[in-house]
């Protein structure tokens, strides 16, 4: 079992920041791929960007357009989504993923653990 918590929304003006973080615990979170997710209110959850176990892959969504960034950190068992410039139409609940090695990042429903997700708001 891979316990996540997501932190760090909030409430934020168009090209505004914020940092989310996703904190891992239980059964070595490290092994595992990490992925963030999004889902705003009437929409399906949709892939934002992934990153390998070992930190040598990463993959963004192309409407991301390097305005967020994707990190981890092993030692700390934690993973960390940058946003950058955002805009309204990135209003939405953030979620954080956890995928068992050897599966499709890129499928939604391949991943095996999620958290409850933060909330980000960007007013215009």
């Known amino acids: 079992q891979v316990q996540l918590v997501e932190s760090g929304g909030g409430l934020v003006q168009t090209g505004g920041s914020l940092t989310l973080s996703c904190a891992a615990s239980g059964r070595t979170p490290s092994s595992y791929a990490m992925g963030w997710f999004r889902q705003a209110p009437g929409k399906a959850r949709q892939l934002v960007a992934t990153i390998s176990y070992n930190i040598k892959n990463t993959y963004y969504a192309d409407w991301v357009k390097g305005r967020f960034t994707i990190s981890r950190d092993n030692a700390k068992n934690t993973v960390t989504q940058q946003l950058n410039s955002l805009k309204p139409d990135d209003t939405a609940v953030y979620y954080c993923?956890?995928?068992?090695?050897?599966?499709?990042?890129?499928?939604?429903?391949?991943?095996?653990?999620w958290g409850r997700g933060t909330q980000v708001t960007v007013s215009s």
């Open positions: 993923a956890a995928i068992r090695p050897g599966r499709r990042v890129m499928l939604t429903t391949a991943y095996d653990y």
